[in-house]
C-alpha cells in the first residue's frame, strides 16, 4: 500500500517507484515518551549501531576536534570507560560527539580535565556521586 490518506483534506497521495522512507528510532530514549507500538515496529527493517570501532573513534574525534591523535585516545579511553560505568545509571552514554566538544574546548585553549568535565560529564548527569565517579575517571584518563 504505497499510499497516505489525509484525513483533514480528503486526499490520497500515492508514492512514487523510488520513494522510500527512512526511520531513525533509538528504543528506550526518553521513557517518559510513549514507545512505539509493536506492531508499528514490526514494519520496520532494523538495523543496530554501535559506537565506532576505538580506532575509527579516535580518528572522528581528533579529525572533527583539531586535536592531536594522543590526545584524541585519551578523549576516547575516557568515554569508552564511562560507557562502562553501568552502575551509573546515565540515561545517555558518553557519545562520540560529547567526545568531539571535549576535543574542540582542548583545541581552543581550554584545559583537558576541565574540558572533559564540562563537556562529556556535567552534560550527562547532575548526581554528585555519578559527576564524581566521571570525574575520577577524567583525572586518571588525561
Known amino acids: ?54 580506532e575509527n573513534e579516535v580518528r572522528i ?27 551509573l545509571s546515565l540515561l545517555e552514554s558518553a557519545s562520540t560527539r560529547l567526545l568531539v566538544a571535549a576535543g574542540k574546548l582542548i583545541a581552543a585553549g581550554v584545559p583537558p580535565r576541565l574540558a572533559c568535565v564540562a563537556a562529556v560529564a556535567e552534560p550527562l548527569t547532575d548526581e554528585p556521586e555519578a559527576l564524581a565517579a566521571m570525574r575520577q575517571v577524567i583525572e586518571l584518563s588525561i
Open 61 to 87: 574525534v581528533a579529525e572533527e576536534s583539531g586535536v592531536e591523535p594522543k590526545i584524541a585516545e585519551r578523549l576516547v579511553r575516557i568515554g569508552r570507560k564511562i560507557r562502562h560505568l553501568h552502575e
Open 1 to 54: 500500500r504505497r499510499e497516505l490518506f489525509l484525513d483533514r483534506t480528503g486526499e490520497t497521495l500515492e508514492a512514487p517507484d523510488e520513494f522510500m522512507l527512512v526511520v531513525s528510532y533509538n528504543p528506550g530514549y526518553q521513557r517518559s515518551m510513549r514507545e512505539m507500538k509493536p506492531s508499528t515496529r514490526q514494519r520496520f527493517v532494523s538495523l543496530s549501531f554501535d559506537f565506532p570501532a576505538e
